[in-house]
């Protein structure tokens, strides 16, 4: 099937989904940089916070890094409202957290990161520089996220945090194929809007 057939996806905006695919790569760039900002600093352990489906969508670059990181690499998945109560003993004034806010303004994420930037902890968000959190965190160390859910939202999500972590492993030594990886991906949105269109027939079988 070809990206340019005609099929209509219920409740979907396909040309914002490739012209967002587009610029992703350019903001991609911007995640790339903060991680060589963090690999020069150096660091003692990776968090990656969020709540809710947020939380879901870091799952995946959790895994990742475990799995192509080396055995003196530490990364953990934290939920921000659970660390509020709780913090987490691994977390110290040189580990690095990233998280995420569509809104900007996500309660527990707010509450969470203004702790943290008070233990000293460096906090990088994927979200409005404008918005409480980003402000926050402070407009360098944002990066505003293409996450209009009517466009594919969640899975650009998942490239700017891999765009991240992918390249701390890189820097480790780890994932030597981190440029290849931003390559290939560089034009797959047309290939993820082919995905879709086919499964669209099924979902309308779904959904009757």
């Given at each position: 099937m070809k990206e340019t057939e005609k099929i209509e996806i219920m409740h979907f905006?396909?040309?914002?989904?490739?012209?967002?695919?587009k610029a992703l790569y350019e903001t991609g760039k911007k995640m790339t940089a903060l991680a060589d900002k963090v690999a020069?600093?150096?660091?003692d352990a990776v968090f990656l916070m969020g709540v809710g489906g947020t939380w879901d969508e870091l799952m995946q670059l959790e895994y990742l890094m475990n799995k192509?990181?080396?055995?003196?690499?530490?990364?953990?998945?934290?939920?921000?409202?659970e660390w509020n109560v709780m913090g987490h003993k691994r977390m110290t004034e040189k580990s690095v957290v990233l998280t995420a806010s569509e809104s900007g303004t996500t309660?527990?994420?707010?509450?969470?990161?203004?702790k943290m930037k008070d233990m000293g902890v460096r906090v990088y968000a994927m979200t409005k520089?404008?918005?409480?959190?980003?402000?926050?965190?402070?407009?360098?160390?944002?990066?505003a996220m293409a996450s209009?859910?009517?466009s594919g939202?969640?899975?650009?999500?998942?490239?700017?945090?891999?765009?991240?972590?992918l390249r701390l492993l890189n820097r480790r030594g780890c994932f030597p194929k981190f440029d290849l990886f931003i390559e290939q991906t560089k034009d797959i949105w047309k290939d993820m809007l082919d995905i879709r269109k086919r499964f669209e027939p099924r979902a309308e079988e779904l959904a009757k």
């Open positions: 905006d396909q040309e914002g989904y490739l012209e967002d695919g020069d600093e150096g660091y192509f990181g080396d055995r003196d690499l530490e990364v953990y998945l934290i939920h921000a409202a309660p527990e994420v707010l509450e969470a990161v203004k520089p404008e918005g409480p959190i980003g402000q926050a965190v402070g407009a360098e160390n944002c990066v209009d859910h009517g939202g969640c899975e650009k999500g998942y490239y700017l945090a891999d765009c991240f972590g």
